[in-house]
């Protein structure tokens, strides 16, 4: 989960019906003592960390439940918040309009042999997109632990194991 993925994810065939996995994992909810919150419907849940036990980089986990002719297929994926995933998409969106933008101002400009000293902005905009990339990871390393208990709950709550990709 440390790798370069932005949101690691795992799907996982079951052979219970969705019912019965929703009871398991609501039955898991009202005993364990991990910090772990959750709501579970039938088709989906999400799990979060308690809110006084979270920080800005605290994960979450939203699985998917589709109930197949053999039993069930999870779905998942870990993130973040999504304030924190809009604050960073936003981020994304933003320099990288301005790259494109700039980008092709300058090369106009050029092409007409007039002053394109516009183009002197690129490395700052490339730098703040590398910058801003590394704040991701960095976050992403700060919340791995927590990301490991809502991972070892989900696979406590179910009573088998999930790999991630």
């Known amino acids: 989960m440390t790798s370069f993925r932005v949101r690691p994810k795992f799907r996982k ?3 219970d019906k969705p019912k019965e996995l929703v009871e398991k994992i609501n039955k898991r909810l009202a005993t364990q003592h991990d910090h772990i919150d959750g709501k579970v419907f039938l088709t989906h849940g999400l799990f979060r960390i308690l809110p006084e036990y979270q920080h800005f980089w605290s994960p979450q986990l939203n699985v998917s439940f589709e109930e197949t002719e053999n039993g069930t297929v999870l779905r998942g994926m870990y993130g973040p918040h999504p304030t924190v995933w809009a604050v960073f998409l936003f981020g ?6 301005a790259t494109f933008f700039i980008t092709i101002i300058g090369l106009v400009k050029y092409s007409l042999h007039i002053d394109s000293q ?3 902005l690129l490395p700052f905009l490339l730098g703040g997109l590398v910058i801003l990339y590394f704040v991701a990871q960095t976050g992403q390393k700060m919340g791995v632990e927590q990301t490991f208990q809502l991972h070892h709950f989900f696979e406590e709550s179910i009573g088998e194991t999930v790999h991630i990709s």
Do not use: F
């Open 13 to 15: 065939e079951y052979p």
């Open 92 to 97: 994304y969106a933003i320099l990288g309009l």
């Open 118 to 120: 516009i183009l002197w």
